[in-house]
């Protein structure tokens, strides 16, 4: 199957309401419904808004999920960006690692159309388009970087380690967004926390 066309301009300005309207409407219908429910009339439905918004906001269906998987990837970004550098190396990534989670949680349909979790259909994603959060993944790196700066874990490539972690981490929060895994029942302490700490050798408290 080809990846996405190349995506005709939208004809006027992007309205940010309408647009974060039905970028939220695409990812909830790809998520829960899958691409044969992804259609202009029903988009507009859903968002409130008129058809030919899908065109004018976008340029057609193909931008738009580009789209929808862009505002993922920007939404994890911002959230990211609010973890702070401290002394305590650690601490800092556990944070990292924690507002990763809190942002799926809270974004769930958008997190499984950025990350593959759905079938898009026709509209499948190509590389490119998925490296636009290439920027995420090295925010982990960097802050396994500075981990094992400070002696805390072994020296190894922190790319390779990162990729370790961001796959543990991503495989849980999948099976916490399908409901096998819920926070109430403990599962963060009793699954996650150890999963992280014996990839990583040390004690790793994630929080409910």
């Not at 961001?166 to 963060?188: F, K, N, P, Q, V």
Request: glycine share 8%; proline share 5%.
């Amino acid at each position: 199957m080809n990846a996405l066309p190349d995506p005709s301009p939208p004809v006027s300005g992007l309205v940010p309401e309408v647009r974060r309207k039905l970028l939220e409407a695409a990812a909830r219908l790809l998520s829960e419904e899958g691409p044969s429910a992804l259609s202009a009339r029903r988009l507009a439905r859903e968002a409130s808004t008129s058809t030919m918004a899908v065109y004018t906001q976008f340029g057609g269906m193909p931008a738009l999920v580009r789209e929808v998987v862009a505002e993922g990837f920007a939404r994890l970004r911002e959230r990211l960006a609010t973890v702070e550098h401290t002394d305590d190396a650690l601490a800092d990534l556990v944070q990292l690692c924690r507002a990763y989670r809190e942002n799926a949680l809270e974004h769930p349909n958008l997190y499984t159309v950025m990350f593959g979790g759905t079938s898009l259909g026709g509209y499948r994603l190509s590389r490119a388009d998925m490296d636009v959060g290439t920027d995420t993944f090295t925010a982990l790196a960097d802050a396994l970087d500075r981990v094992m700066g400070a002696g805390l874990i072994r020296r190894e490539n922190s790319r390779h380690v990162a990729g370790q972690c961001w796959s543990a981490l991503h495989g849980y929060i999948m099976l916490e967004i399908a409901g096998i895994y819920r926070a109430e029942d403990g599962t963060t302490e009793l699954v996650l926390d150890p999963l992280l700490s014996r990839l990583l050798a040390v004690p790793i408290t994630m929080g409910p």
